[in-house]
């Protein structure tokens, strides 16, 4: 017999596929209005599409056209390679991205609304281009934050990143994201031949990185949970499988009741966040639970 779905879960559920939407949708906006425009190569699946559009001939083949040969290659590599429950999780920024890239895209168009979001050919030019920088990072790192804050992921490069991980498991994703966006970044400083646009998209890339810090984490690059829950053992299990991050269960007694009860404390990333809460939530909806940012984690699986 199924398990019926609850109204919390519905809501739960709805919450987090809005976020995941409404991070899609911000991450589009931001590239399609300030950074495609100005041939910003901030790395990622857009700096990859500018450096491509740059070396072929053809004038049919578009940027946004590109995004979306990418986008979707890179999710069944994701498919192929991470499985299922990850491609899952890119899959509705998969279908959105690019949709919503394309509409925005036309939007900069000098002959919509008498070229209102048409910001390369403003007569303000010179400070256009710095602004659309600064803006265009914002809007990307929120998107990607709000995405997070969903579960969801915005695959990309993420996912080359998490393959290549998955082949050489003693190097971490943080730095072969790292050197992927960087040599992304390099390539399009010598295909462009334009330093200022460069440090353009490196400053854009820096206030994208900013944002999902600021939007997400706080200052903080990691999250630690204390469980107190009394089905400790099932979610133990589950953190270890699924995140497959160490855990700590220490004896607690409750303050009130006098009961003794088992907390679990576990550390994890932000990318984790949405998967811990599944698991809480799917194993004991009245576990008390208690997340709060860690300032620096020493250890196995952490920089020391």
């Not at 803006?135 to 080359?160: K, Q």
């Amino acid at each position: 017999m199924k398990k019926k779905i609850g109204k919390a879960e519905i809501l739960r559920i709805t919450k987090n596929l809005v976020l995941v939407i409404l991070g899609t949708v911000t991450l589009a906006f931001g590239t399609a209005i300030f950074i495609l425009p100005f041939n910003l190569v901030v790395g990622g699946v857009s700096g990859m599409a500018l450096i491509i559009d740059m070396l072929l001939p053809f004038e049919f083949i578009t940027v946004d056209l590109i995004i979306t040969i990418l986008t979707w290659l890179l999710f069944f590599v994701g498919l192929i390679v991470l499985g299922k429950d990850f491609a899952m999780k890119t899959l509705i920024s998969t279908i959105i991205y690019p949709a919503a890239l394309s509409l925005f895209i036309r939007l900069s168009d000098p002959r919509f609304m008498n070229g209102f979001f048409d910001l390369a050919s403003s007569e303000y030019s010179e400070i256009s281009i710095m602004l659309a920088a600064a803006a265009g990072g914002a809007f990307i790192g929120t998107g990607c934050a709000v995405t997070f804050l969903g579960g969801g992921s915005t695959g990309g490069v993420d996912i080359i990143a998490f393959s290549v991980c998955k082949v050489f498991k003693r190097l971490k994703s943080s730095l072969v994201i790292f050197i992927i966006d960087g040599s992304i970044v390099l390539l399009g400083m010598f295909i462009i031949g334009d330093i200022v646009l460069s440090l353009l998209g490196i400053l854009s890339a820096l206030v994208s990185a900013v944002m999902v810090d600021r939007v997400f984490l706080g200052m903080s690059r990691a999250f630690v949970a204390h469980i107190v829950t009394d089905k400790y053992e099932i979610i133990n299990s589950a953190v270890i499988e699924r995140l497959e991050r160490t855990t700590t269960i220490i004896d607690a007694v409750g303050g009130y009741s006098g009961a003794g009860k088992k907390m679990v404390m576990v550390s994890f990333t932000m990318a984790q966040y949405g998967d811990l809460m599944d698991i809480i939530n799917k194993n004991d909806k009245n576990a008390f639970v208690t997340v709060y940012h860690a300032h620096e984690i020493n250890g196995e699986g952490w920089t020391r």
